[in-house]
């Protein structure tokens, strides 16, 4: 028999996520992921303006930003057949690049680390031998025993206060935690570091667009202006705060995050051999056009499709062709108007939310009926897993030489086969492998952006269509581009210069998604499938798996029920729901 | 208290253990008094407050959001948001940060609203959907809105993070699909200190924070609940492209000459002259920008129902063109007196109160740009 364990709030991920999973003899058997929170954003944009659109969207996830805002612009550009200037393309790469690297080091520390690193170890840890380990992988100067020992103090003091704050109740002491007192002091000494780095690198956002969270942004291009002469636009000093933000971002990536990274992975290597998806697919739109977005041949991120794990072929992918993406709803709580079996192409999709699970409060999902507000896509009719794992393994079954570098350096450096990527340890460090990269092309981009400017070019937006009356009376587009978590798309169709129709399709939808019409699982209920698991009680292990994949759930639940079933009278006991 | 209240540290000890001298200290303090804008006569209150309080308590429940409150929170340099966790308050539950997961973060929540009933501060991120028995955000099986309530009973006060709790957010915006609502609209017994944006200001929040360890009393609010240390002035009023307002230079078109030369964003749809919110004076992320000197409109994210107020790019048609006499207070008394809840009510009250300021001020600018171009 079975025992079902339910885990409700996943914490430390965006959003609003539960996992019940069977266990049996150890290890979990079957597993069933649901989204437990829908906002109704796709209805909410309807007959809006397609030019506002993204600041709506852009609200989906205050975690990953930046990168709705840039799918729906895109959606409407394409759409209207919106060619944007190429410093509006970098400048968007260098917000994309910015970004993915703060969002990786963020998932990595503050919401991933304290399922690997137990920070009551760092009361048993020697400074000393702490200053030693971190001066034999990196040369980052904070490496001092004086360091170490202060970090130490401070957290034995607040330990000592009683007040454990967000460390209360944590996995600490569980059988699954294996570093020694010193790596996990220095991952603690880092994960104060990073907290600060962070709010650092995100100022690149502040500068082109405005703010972060959710900088703002412009159909057509970027709203900041060129002017390297005056102080209201972007001139010589923003420029510069630009570039040294992101050599300042190449520096802890490559000297705090990755050796850690490559630290903490040589104790868990056997992770190399749990959690990898049963089905082995992945999926990548691309992104990081260095010609334009036009031309997918440009991208950094290449596009592609890899099939059962198969690196020899990278097959193409069409967000146009309505028979590649599908979403289906038949475990989920929506109606299609044709019925529940058929899969909609997100030109074609539908919004119409249903909710037949239990009335709150609640112990079970009733799992065989719907049990989730995320639909689920399929390409060709098979789950795709996407994600930095998807864009690392594409990037090396394309034979990109400076993937392959990075990727062989770190499975020699890990002694693991190329097999083991496959997994939740491949997850979490293809998500710092890929943050190498991007500290690389961050550079570039700034200096192509330079190199622009010093030829005399300083467009930054094309407002040829700016206004409505140049429009089509009718058009649709989509807008696709990479966010931190995987593939992100949004279609749009746009009629009598109102949205008529807007559909997002995000990377949780694809990993977070329940079973489709034949019973097939997507990449978390996969993965979850054969996770060890040493105490039932504190299922760490399963939290490794799913956040290996950063969740963002808020992302994935976007619909919307205009004939939302009525459930029953309203109570006031407080006790039940109002 | 409980017996553990015992061992914890005050603000004063931790500080001292990290290696600060007392002089540092009340440097420190000096500096947080300036920073919050008290008096020089107040600073021996500030360091006194600092040396005997407790690390406070704070529960932070997360319902129909983004998390671009708790990121914007972590963005905070004065204070680090490490100093404030670690040092200042107990975060105790946080579903963005917290090691825990599952029943062992639900144990965790319960222990200490039990512990600290009456004192903790909650902290809401996140509108409450009330539609269909509150079945669109459910946690642990419970509704956000039987959650909220739960938690509420114990609070010593409530701050409602961003514009969602505080108002309804973008999942109220018409639609509204799953019926959203702001805390205030389920909560009537307790202070609730409305912090709108979307998001905040990091050091708003951290700000508003401190302001409660430190002083052990709220921030002085305006009419609609706001701090007014952070809420008392519209963007207008602080940014550093008004004179191009005053003298009629604007922007007609992004890219353009005008936008290159940093001209006032009026034309292209900016709701600086309607939002009350720190971004001119303060900036974002530290104060490096804020949207209008990077170039973009301000879409007025911390006023209420400002989804619905859109298109965001189309010049509002009435706009306040007075001077900075102006808070969100004053011109609400002339029509309504001490508002209740509606902002529509306050941004309906500037339009009236300033119409015909407006368009004195609109003639002077037109006439302004007629010279300009001749």
Request: hydrophobic residues 35%; charged residues 25%; aromatic residues 10%.
């Amino acid at each position: 028999m079975a025992n079902r364990i339910v885990i409700d709030p996943i914490t430390r991920i965006e959003g609003h996520l539960r996992v019940e999973a069977e266990i049996k003899e150890g290890k979990v058997t079957n597993a069933y992921v649901s989204s437990t929170m829908v906002r109704g954003m796709e209805k909410i944009v309807q007959n809006r303006d397609p030019r506002d659109v993204w600041a709506f969207v852009q609200r989906t996830c205050g975690v990953c930003t930046t990168v709705h805002a840039i799918a729906s612009i895109r959606a409407v550009e394409d759409a209207l057949d919106i060619v944007i200037p190429p410093n509006a393309e970098i400048a968007r790469n260098i917000i994309t690049v910015s970004h993915a690297m703060q969002d990786h080091v963020v998932h990595f520390y503050h919401l991933h680390a304290l399922d690997w690193v137990d920070i009551t170890q760092v009361l048993n840890a020697d400074p000393k031998a702490t200053s030693e380990l971190a001066q034999s992988i990196s040369k980052w100067p904070n490496s001092s025993p004086g360091y170490f020992s202060d970090v130490k103090t401070r957290i034995k003091k607040f330990v000592d206060s009683g007040q454990l704050g967000i460390f209360a109740k944590g996995y600490w002491g569980h059988k699954a935690m294996k570093l020694p007192a010193e790596v996990n002091l220095m991952a603690v000494a880092h994960y104060l570091e990073a907290l600060e780095w962070q709010k650092e690198i995100v100022k690149i956002q502040t500068i082109l667009g405005g703010k972060n969270p959710h900088p703002h942004f412009l159909v057509g291009g970027m709203a900041s202006a060129i002017n390297i002469d005056e102080a209201g636009g972007l001139n010589t000093e923003r420029l510069a705060y630009v570039g040294q933000l992101l050599k300042d971002a190449h520096k802890f990536i490559n000297e705090v995050y990755v050796p850690d990274l490559l630290a903490i992975a040589s104790f868990y290597k056997d992770w190399g051999a749990i959690g990898g998806s049963k089905f082995n697919n992945y999926l990548s739109y691309g992104d990081l056009p260095t010609d334009n977005y036009r031309n997918p041949a440009s991208f950094k991120w290449p596009q592609g499709v890899i099939l059962n794990g198969d690196l020899s072929k990278v097959h193409p992918v069409d967000l146009e062709n309505t028979s590649e993406i599908k979403e289906f709803v038949n475990k989920s709580w929506y109606n299609y108007k044709d019925g529940n079996d058929v899969g909609l192409h997100p030109w074609e999709g539908e919004t119409d939310i249903n909710y037949t699970g239990p009335k709150p409060p609640y112990n079970h999902l009733d799992v065989d009926k719907e049990y989730s507000f995320v639909k689920t896509p399929r390409w060709k009719g098979k789950p795709m897993e996407v994600g930095p794992l998807s864009r690392m393994l594409i990037g090396y079954a394309s034979g990109i030489p400076e993937y392959k570098n990075v990727v062989d350096g770190a499975l020699n450096a890990l002694d693991i086969p190329v097999s083991a990527l496959l997994s939740t340890l491949g997850r979490t460090a293809a998500r710092g492998l890929e943050s190498k990269l991007l500290a690389d092309w961050g550079l570039e981009f700034f200096d192509q952006l330079i190199g622009n400017i010093k030829n005399g070019d300083t467009r930054m937006a094309n407002m040829e269509k700016w206004d409505p009356t140049t429009w089509p009376k009718e058009a649709k587009g989509v807008g696709y581009m990479e966010a931190p978590r995987g593939g992100l798309a949004h279609w749009i169709k746009i009629k009598d210069r109102k949205t008529e129709n807007y559909q997002m399709v995000v990377p949780t939808t694809w990993n977070a998604s329940p079973r489709d019409p034949e019973g097939q699982m997507s990449a978390y209920e996969s993965a979850l499938i054969g996770t060890p698991i040493e105490d039932p009680e504190n299922p760490v292990e399963i939290l490794r798996t799913i956040h290996s994949f950063d969740p963002c759930l808020a992302c994935a639940v976007h619909l919307y029920d205009e004939h939302g079933k009525h459930v029953s009278q309203v109570q006031l006991d407080g006790s039940c729901s109002i | 208290m409980s017996n553990s209240s015992k061992k914890m540290k005050t603000y004063y000890e931790s500080i001292i253990e990290k290696g600060y001298s007392r002089r540092d200290f009340i440097k420190f303090t000096t500096y947080m008094t300036a920073f919050m804008g008290f008096e020089a006569s107040m600073i021996g209150q500030v360091t006194k407050a600092m040396e005997t309080k407790k690390r406070i308590p704070v529960i932070w429940v997360h319902f129909q959001e983004c998390t671009g409150c708790s990121e914007s929170f972590i963005r905070s340099d004065h204070p680090l948001v490490a100093d404030l966790i670690l040092d200042n308050i107990s975060l105790d539950y946080t579903e963005t940060l917290m090691a825990a997961s599952g029943h062992k973060a639900e144990e965790a929540k319960q222990e200490s609203m039990k512990e600290n009933y009456g004192s903790y501060i909650l902290v809401v991120e996140g509108a409450i959907p009330i539609k269909d028995d509150g079945v669109y955000c459910t946690i642990g099986g419970r509704s956000a809105v039987d959650i909220l309530k739960e938690t509420a009973a114990g609070a010593a006060a409530i701050l409602t993070f961003g514009s969602c709790s505080s108002w309804g957010g973008v999942q109220a915006a018409h639609p509204n699909p799953t019926g959203s609502v702001p805390v205030d609209a389920i909560i009537k017994d307790k202070p609730i200190i409305r912090v709108p944006g979307c998001p905040p200001i990091a050091e708003v929040m951290t700000g508003v924070v401190m302001h409660y360890a430190t002083f052990g009393r709220l921030p002085e609010l305006d009419s609609l609940g706001r701090p007014k240390q952070f809420y008392g002035k519209r963007v207008h009023d602080t940014c550093y492209r008004r004179p191009n307002f005053d003298a009629g230079l604007f922007a007609e078109s992004f890219d353009s000459q005008e936008a290159k030369e940093g001209y006032c964003l009026y034309k292209l749809g900016c709701r600086g002259p309607v939002s009350y919110n720190a971004c001119g004076s303060m900036g974002w992320n530290n104060g490096v920008s804020f949207p209008i000197k990077s170039g973009y409109p301000c879409i007025g994210c911390s006023e209420p129902d400002f989804w619905d107020n859109s298109p965001f790019t189309e010049r509002l048609v009435n706009v306040p063109g007075m001077g900075i006499e102006a808070t969100a207070d004053t011109i609400g008394k002339v029509a309504v007196g001490a508002a209740v809840g509606a902002a529509v009510v306050h941004s309906l009250a500037t339009n009236i109160a300033k119409k015909k300021e407006l368009r004195e001020a609109e003639e002077c600018g037109e006439e302004n740009e007629k010279n300009i171009k001749a």
